[in-house]
């Protein structure tokens, strides 16, 4: 299980994922859909995003969930949660959160070193420098600059 909010994916967690089905036989792209926290993409325009740029992958799919991500894992049979660390920074949050899903349902989390390319990649980043008419492609699918640039409209002079 490859969970996260993927608002929008970016090649960070496109990285982690092609590894993940490498890794494991079959790979499930979680994503969490939030009611109480409006995404700049829709949960349609997400999966529609994430499917695109999967299609390479035979292994992996696609599915929302709501709610606890150890329930989501126990009714599609998912074992094991893949995350990528970028830093030191992120390892807190993950840490707690891995060893809550071990107590909660025995969920097992395998941490990822990203690859250094994606160290400081993240979604809300991209959004930020896309805002302001900073160039995204390096570290988007091209997809996803271009539904960036549709979304925010033209960089603000
Ligand atoms: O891409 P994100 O937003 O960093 O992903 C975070 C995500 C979705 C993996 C995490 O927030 C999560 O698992 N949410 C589901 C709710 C849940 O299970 N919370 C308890 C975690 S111990």
């Not at 740029?53 to 709501?66: K, S």
């Not at 709610?67 to 660390?85: N, P």
């Amino acid at each position: 299980m490859c969970p996260g909010s993927f608002d929008p994916v970016t090649n960070g967690h496109l990285d982690i994922i092609g590894r993940a089905s490498r890794l494991f036989d079959e790979v499930i792209v979680g994503v969490l859909i939030n009611q109480s926290k409006t995404g700049l993409f829709s949960e349609d325009e997400r999966i529609d995003m994430l499917g695109e740029v999967i299609q390479g992958y035979d292994n992996v799919r696609v599915l929302t969930f709501r709610g606890l991500l150890v329930d989501f894992c126990r009714a599609q049979e998912a074992g094991v949660v893949v995350k990528g660390l970028r830093a030191v920074s992120d390892f807190d949050y993950e840490l707690q959160m891995a060893q809550m899903n071990i107590g909660l349902a025995g969920v097992e989390t395998l941490f990822m070193p990203t690859n250094p390319l994606y160290s400081f990649l993240s979604s809300s980043l991209v959004k930020e420098v896309a805002k302001w008419g900073g160039d995204v492609s390096p570290h988007v699918p091209d997809l996803v600059a271009v539904r960036l640039r549709e979304r925010l409209g033209p960089p603000p002079s």
